[in-house]
Structures are given as C-alpha cells and as structure tokens.
C-alpha cells in the first residue's frame, strides 16, 4: 500500500520557520520524484518544491526560491522541507506526493500519489 505522511506543520509567526516531513512507502523510493505542494483556501494547488533521489535533480517554485530547502534521506525514504522566513501568504495545507518521473521537472512537481497533508499557518 502507498501511503505518503506529512508531519511538521503548525502556526508560526511571520518570519520563523517549520520543517516539514514526508515519510513514504509502498512504492520504490528512487522511481519516483518527491514533491511538495501547497493549497490555500480558494487558491490552486501549487508545486512548490521537488527533490530526485535518483539524479538530485530540484525544483522550487519562484514565490518560495530563497526561502525554502528541499532535501532527501533514501535511507529513511524521507524527504524535507524547511521553511524559512516565513510569510501569511504561506499559509496553506501541505502536501508530498510522489511524481510519476524519477526526476524533477523545470515546471514543477506532478503527484501519482499524494499525503493527506499538513496544515501551515503564519500569522502576522
């Protein structure tokens, strides 16, 4: 069974930082690209970062670039994601998924398989 799980989220101030995890299994960790996307109330879901076991391949999204940092554990089929300087516009539910590619594509993260999420609050 697939079963990708999310954990690390919460409220934080404007500014601080959480780390997100997505712990998977089920399914090959190094065949499949992990993703991170994001979806606020009344908002599309949003890809906003993907790391490759496989090839270390990454992607971020631009209205995170600088201020989040992807990274992955194979041994722990773990992927990360730090949150730094964190803004109320980042507030949203946080989802990993697992991409039907092996890499991280330029245009962001596509899930096969996706967590139920965490949810991420930054007041102001």
């Known amino acids: 069974e697939v079963q990708l799980v999310e954990s690390g989220g919460g409220l934080v101030q404007a500014g601080g930082s959480l780390r997100l995890s997505c712990a998977a299994s089920?399914?090959?960790?190094?065949?499949?690209?992990i993703g991170w996307f994001r979806q606020a109330p009344g908002k599309e879901r949003e890809g906003v970062s993907c790391?490759?076991?496989?090839?270390?391949?990454?992607y971020y999204a631009d209205s995170v670039k600088g201020r989040f940092t992807i990274s992955s554990d194979s041994a722990k089929n773990t992927v990360y994601l730090q949150l730094n300087s964190l803004k109320p516009e980042d507030t949203a539910v946080y989802y990993c998924?697992?991409?039907?590619?092996?890499?991280?594509?330029?245009?962001?993260?596509?899930?096969?398989?996706r967590g139920q999420g965490t949810q991420v609050t930054v007041s102001s």
């Open positions: 998924g697992a991409d039907y590619r092996h890499y991280c594509s330029v245009y962001g993260p596509e899930a096969l398989y």
């Open positions: 089920g399914f090959t960790f190094d065949d499949h690209a």
């Open positions: 790391a490759s076991s496989r090839d270390g391949s990454t």
